[in-house]
């Protein structure tokens, strides 16, 4: 069993960072393969939305992202993490989930399924600042459309809200408990 883990934050060591790496200790603990990709150290450009696109569901851009493809491709279970920046998603993790219209359009308009293989599952964890939850179902229902896309079976989130500065989230206890329980349940969610 192999868990992908990817962080959308640009702060190491914050808030989203720390609750990934507890989901992903607790898939460690039930034996699962981990491996944790944090999008801010990536090399790669938005969705150029290119004119002539490639009918296999690959994208034309050269870059880091295609590492991450093959990533996500051989994974039995995402982890998806982002902060709450404006209502919404990062940048970063908007911006990796825009690279998969390639893969969006292959799969819905010419009806190919590009990663051919079993089900992922996917899962979804969040932190913000404010009480809003709104903003975590603005986030959610973007996250939904890429688990879609990519195969995967949402099967579970975490949100946490009122965690504002670096490193508060160690504050709840009771979230890193979930987190960690989240972490094992997604090494057994196919």
Not at 53 to 62: A, K, V, Y
Not at 112 to 128: H, N, Q, T
Not at 144 to 155: P, Q
């Amino acid at each position: 069993m192999k868990v992908l883990g990817i962080n959308g934050s640009p702060r190491i060591g914050g808030n989203t960072d720390i609750l990934l790496d507890k989901v992903l200790e607790g898939a460690k603990a039930k034996g699962a393969r981990i491996e944790k990709v944090v999008l801010n150290t990536l090399k790669f450009s938005p969705c150029q939305e290119c004119q002539d696109t490639r009918d296999d569901g690959t994208c034309l851009i050269e870059d880091d992202m295609q590492a991450l493809y093959k990533k996500i491709e051989k994974a039995d279970a995402i982890i998806l993490a982002s902060p709450i920046f404006f209502g919404s998603l990062s940048a970063q993790t908007k911006m990796m989930i825009d690279r998969f219209q390639c893969l969006w359009r292959a799969k819905y308009i010419l009806k190919k399924d590009v990663f051919k293989r079993k089900k992922r599952s996917g899962y979804f964890l969040s932190v913000e600042a404010s009480a809003r939850e709104d903003f975590f179902d603005n986030a959610r229902a973007i996250v939904k459309n890429l688990f879609a896309a990519i195969g995967a079976d949402y099967k579970g989130e975490l949100f946490c809200s009122g965690v504002e500065g670096k490193g508060s989230i160690l504050k709840h206890p009771d979230v890193l408990g979930k987190a960690f329980e989240l972490g094992k349940r997604s090494n057994s969610h196919i």
